[in-house]
């Protein structure tokens, strides 16, 4: 599966963007997906995933203000990301991986536990 991110560009604080992962060569029905991102000088951490099933994960610096969503029709999975903040800025990727691959769908949130990768889309937040 071919994974593609979109969306990103320059935003204010409290502003709003909404990054789009689409996939090819396979429909996206049994995977995990996972969102990252990866600011100057630090490690790829995870942001939120979802699962196969719909299932939504968050972490604890996100929650309350990203939201993921998967339409499986359109082989698509978003990150609407909302009252943004300078420490959100860097690039984001989206992963996926089988879901019978993770003992738990919450794995997707782990770099290392997923399989394929997009390239990522810059996020700026920058009044």
């Known amino acids: 599966v071919q994974l593609q991110a979109s969306g990103g560009g320059l935003a204010q604080p409290g502003g709003s963007l909404r990054l789009s992962c689409a996939a090819s060569?396979?429909?996206?029905?049994?995977?995990?997906i996972g969102w990252f991102r990866q600011a100057p000088g630090k490690e790829r951490e995870g942001v939120s995933a979802?699962?196969?099933?719909?299932?939504?994960y968050y972490v604890d610096s996100v929650k309350g203000r990203f939201t993921i969503s998967r339409d499986n029709a359109k082989s698509t999975v978003y990150l609407q990301m909302n009252n943004l903040k300078p420490e959100d800025t860097a690039v984001y990727y989206c992963?996926?991986?089988?879901?019978?691959?993770?003992?738990?769908?919450?794995?997707?949130?782990?770099?290392?536990?997923?399989?394929?990768w997009g390239k990522g889309t810059q996020v700026t937040v920058s009044s």
């Open positions: 992963a996926a991986a089988p879901s019978e691959a993770h003992t738990v769908p919450s794995f997707a949130l782990i770099p290392r536990y997923m399989s394929y």
């Open positions: 060569g396979s429909t996206l029905d049994d995977y995990n």
């Open positions: 979802i699962s196969s099933k719909g299932r939504q």
